[in-house]
């Protein structure tokens, strides 16, 4: 995200841009998107577009649509037709957000605790409902999703690293730290 590349979201929305073509903007060497080279190319995309979703009421969304290594460019027309949409498509995603928070049982955030090899130690409702909503994928022995798992050791990496503690069994290590300052 932080590196320079072509048709990137916030460049497109701080332009004013609503949809471009990546063959468009390379001028047909897509290779000269880092994007394109490491990831689209190895998983068989060539072309992608990207809309802003954006309406007077702000930017509500964004999408990519992508063509497979076989498939033509994006066309000019293809560019605009879905340029002409974004601000139907802006204002749907933005009502049915309101919509969705004005709904009474809408589950928000949960509390969810990891054991060192990211057991579940504590889990509310909440958080159970999106930890299910999440899933896990299709590996074998997965007691989390990646995306939890991926952010718990990004968290005890931070952790040991503000507080001279090791990356795994912080919380032990952070008890006996508490024993011996407290």
């Known amino acids: 995200m932080r590196e ?14 609503t949809a471009a073509s990546l063959s468009d903007a390379t ?20 072309d992608e577009l990207r809309v802003v979703l954006s309406s007077s009421t702000g ?4 999408l990519t649509i992508f063509r497979e290594t076989d498939g033509p460019y994006f066309s000019l027309s293809e560019v605009r037709l879905l340029s002409s949409l974004t601000g139907l498509i802006s204002d749907g995603l933005r009502r049915a957000l309101l919509l969705d928070d004005a709904c009474a049982d809408r589950l928000d955030t949960g509390m969810l605790v990891l054991d060192p090899q990211d057991g579940v130690d504590l889990a509310d ?4 409902h999106w930890v299910d909503e999440l899933g896990i994928g299709e ?6 999703p990646l995306v939890i798992r991926s952010v718990a050791g990004r968290a005890r990496a931070i952790a040991g690293r503000g507080s001279g503690l090791p990356t795994s069994g912080w919380p032990e290590r952070a008890s006996e730290l508490g024993r011996t300052v407290g």
């Open 27 to 46: 001028a047909g060497d897509l290779d000269l998107s880092r994007r394109q080279r490491e990831v689209r190319r190895p998983a068989g995309y060539s």
């Open 59 to 62: 930017t509500w969304g964004a």
């Open 139 to 144: 590996r074998a022995g997965t007691r989390l």
């Open 125 to 128: 409702r909440e958080a159970e």
């Open 4 to 17: 320079p590349d072509y048709t990137k979201w916030v460049d497109m929305a701080r332009a004013g841009t």
